[in-house]
């Protein structure tokens, strides 16, 4: 198994894995077109071996637009099947519908451009198992977190977890397209398989410490907004500062110190979650979503 941290801050880049099996190669996220072009010329220097699959940990930009360059180079692109539904509810575009977030954010990626969106075709629900008697994955499912398709790839033989953005070592959260009381329930059940090495989305490999920090977090995150739910969004918005101090001594590695945009968008979708009620200007969720996509590497314009 190897493990290959994406370039976040320039280039917007998810991190990679890839198990080289007996007869193939599947590769862990597809990343975007320009990430899977920086390491298929690295995996081809370790084996001659066709890489097969591609597997979408969800449908986010940075994890699924590459799958035609991955098709190109003989691979199938394989997911959990709410990838494909998340794709539908978001990719409009590529279902015949208005433009959705793939045009978006090919009007600011020339990677986009020089390709195009393709959805995953090889399916699971529960599990999906890759075993040659040596090297053993399992796709693993445990519920909504970061999205409604988060795929897991679990390696019992080495006790690694391959997450996705269902957990991120650093200030990387994005939470608009998932459920923070779920997802903390998704980190938990992933916690019970018993891992040793944490493979995130972002930032670099840890142990097994990184999905309790993560849940931890969003406890942390959703009592802070739980004591204000009662207040009127202004008066909750007016506290996003009070918030961020109050959760940075305990959980500094989630919160960006550069920015509040990020953390205050985190607090306006657990509000929104626990309420039904916005922020009164719409707390950049769209913005962060694209940050997420695209890169905290861009300048920032918010
Ligand atoms: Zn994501």
């Known amino acids: 198994m190897y493990f290959h941290e994406g370039d976040l801050k320039g280039k917007g880049h998810c991190n990679n894995g890839w198990v080289i099996f007996d007869d193939y190669v599947l590769v862990l996220d597809a990343n975007f ?12 220097a370790q084996t001659n071996k066709p890489i097969r699959f591609a597997f979408d940990t969800h449908h986010h930009g940075d994890h699924a637009y590459a799958n035609q360059l991955w098709i190109d180079n003989g691979a199938i692109p394989v997911a959990h099947e709410n990838v494909v539904a998340e794709m539908r509810k978001y990719e409009t575009g590529l279902f015949g519908g208005k433009p959705g977030r793939w045009e978006g954010e090919a009007k600011q990626r020339e990677d986009l451009r020089a390709t195009r969106l393709k959805a995953p075709t090889l399916l699971y629900r529960d599990l999906m198992i890759f075993d040659d008697g040596k090297h053993r994955v399992e796709l693993r499912y445990f519920g909504v ?45 992933a916690g019970k398989v018993g891992a040793t ?9 840890g ?4 999905l309790d920090a993560q849940r931890q977090y969003f406890v942390a995150l959703r009592a802070e907004v739980e004591k204000r739910k009662g207040l009127s969004p202004d008066r909750v918005q007016a506290d996003v500062p009070a918030m961020r101090d109050a959760l940075l001594t305990r959980h500094a590695t989630y919160i960006d110190t550069s920015s509040i945009s990020g953390f205050a968008s985190q607090v306006a979708q ?3 979650e626990m309420t039904g009620n916005e922020f009164p200007k719409k707390a950049g969720m769209e913005s962060a979503r694209q940050s997420h996509d695209r890169h905290h590497g861009i300048p920032a314009t918010q």
């Open 270 to 272: 657990v509000y929104r």
């Open 33 to 44: 077109p320009s990430g899977a072009q920086e390491i298929i010329p690295k995996i081809k």
């Open 207 to 210: 142990d097994a410490r990184v």
């Open 197 to 205: 090495v944490v493979a995130a989305g972002h930032g670099p490999a």
């Open 145 to 189: 977190g970061h999205t409604h398709g988060d795929g897991f790839a679990w390696l019992p033989n080495e006790r690694i977890l391959f997450t996705g953005d269902a957990a991120v070592n650093g200030p990387f959260n994005y939470m608009g397209d998932g459920d923070s009381a779920a997802w903390i329930d998704t980190l938990a059940k």
